[in-house]
């Protein structure tokens, strides 16, 4: 054994008999200052994995807020659409309602909402929601109403196609078809079909859906064009009812070509019989 | 001084973890038989102190232990054949005297799972070193 270790021994043994004999404060001091220097490293990265487990709970946070914002935002952008159409069909008058029910032998088919006659609800008015088309008013009680959507078969429209004018009618016969197109009729993958506007019930530019598969008929006179709804009926909560019946009966004469005159005549004549 | 640096390395790391398996005695135990007195009385000394300032008892208690098994290793060291049962028995003889010092100076409590669990682990983790510094399984 060397000196040198010899000498090493009793530095290092002696150096922590101190440590051990030396008072309360002196051990405090001594541990407070040793522990800055030696366990430094230590420090750093229990820090650091500190910081991750924090940053990891921050995170969890604002991805809850991030998903909660984003449902806002969805709801939002819907309500903004409504805003939109009621630009884009002037005129209109829209009232919102809230599905209360749904029909348990046809779900998709017929839906309830809480207006009903109280609200100037009417058989045969337009529902909607954005600018998509949901179906139409079937019956009507005191405080609720009974709406047909698309999706019950039978179910019937006029409608058009966006891009190329095409005429024909949307029919629901399992599938959502536009029929009566003719062969050499210009009609696209993707096209629009909004309603045409030639039905008393619905007004033009109500969107139905996008053209989905094209094919010829048997017949070799049609094609048979199926299409893809923009409403998914199970998916919705609420809807808009559309109010067409805004006009009165003489502003309906009145608008009528010639009637006008016809009536300033009348008014003018009645006194005169009277008299 | 890349071993050395390794040593201190691992010595970091294994502090948290000592307080389930006695990972430390086994490292300083390596050292001891591996490297030169002179270090291994150091390490020995520095690795107490780092156990005293992480797990604060006694300031200084844990470091007068390992040096004191360091130096009397040391001088039996040359004695020893580096086969597994010679070293399993000689670490247990060791631990347990690490363990009795701290029992009868410190008056700590002895937990019979920690010294059973360091005793079984002792081999895998003495192989593992003899990998990771030595590139060797086992140096006979």
């Not at chain 1, 709801?75 to 002037?90: F, Q, V």
């Not at chain 2, 107490?48 to 360091?70: E, R, S």
């Amino acid at each position: 054994m060397s000196r040198i270790q010899l000498f090493i021994f009793f530095v290092l043994f002696s150096t922590s008999l101190t440590f051990i004999i030396s008072g309360e404060k002196v051990d405090f001091f001594i541990s407070k200052n040793l522990s800055q220097i030696f366990l430094f490293p230590h420090r750093c990265i229990s820090s650091y994995f500190h910081y991750l487990q924090v940053s990891q709970q921050h995170i969890e946070e604002l991805e809850k807020t991030v998903a909660e914002l984003q449902l806002t935002n969805e709801e939002l952008k819907s309500h903004l659409n409504i805003a939109e159409d009621s630009i884009l069909i002037p005129n209109l008058k829209l009232m919102k309602a809230n599905i209360i029910g749904r029909d348990p032998m046809n779900f998709n088919g017929f839906l309830y909402i809480d207006k009903g006659e109280r609200d100037n609800v009417y058989i045969n008015q337009p529902v909607v929601i954005g600018h998509r088309l949901v179906g139409k008013v079937k019956s009507v009680s005191s405080n609720m109403s009974l709406v047909e959507t698309f999706e019950k078969p039978g179910f019937a429209i006029s409608g058009m196609d966006e891009k190329t004018r095409v005429y024909g009618i949307v029919k629901n016969n399992g599938n959502l078809k536009f029929n009566y197109v003719k062969i050499d009729d210009e009609i696209n993958i993707g096209d629009t079909i909004i309603t045409s506007g030639l039905s008393e019930i619905f007004p033009k530019g109500i969107m139905l859906g996008s053209v989905k598969e094209i094919e010829i008929a048997d017949d070799h006179l049609f094609k048979e064009v199926i299409i893809k709804p923009f409403v998914q009926i199970n998916q919705i909560s609420y809807v808009y009812l559309i109010f067409t019946k805004k006009d009165t009966l003489p502003e309906l004469i009145e608008k009528r070509p010639g009637i006008p005159e016809k009536l300033k005549e009348l008014k003018m004549v009645i006194p005169a019989l009277r008299k | 001084m890349k071993r050395y640096l390794g040593y201190l390395l691992l010595l970091y790391i294994f502090i948290p973890f000592n307080q389930k398996i006695d990972i430390i005695s086994i490292l300083i135990f390596f050292v001891i038989l591996n490297e030169s007195p002179v270090f291994s009385v150091v390490f020995s000394f520095f690795a107490g102190l780092l156990l005293d300032l992480y797990y604060p008892v006694a300031l200084g208690m844990n470091a007068m232990f390992h040096t004191i098994l360091a130096q009397g290793l040391s001088y039996v060291k040359k004695y020893l054949i580096q086969e597994p049962l010679p070293i399993l028995i000689i670490f247990t003889i060791f631990y347990i005297l690490k363990v009795l010092l701290t029992f009868i100076f410190v008056i700590s409590e002895i937990h019979l799972a920690k010294i059973l669990l360091t005793i079984f682990t002792f081999l895998p983790i003495f192989i593992i070193l003899n990998k990771i510094f030595y590139r060797v399984w086992s140096r006979s």
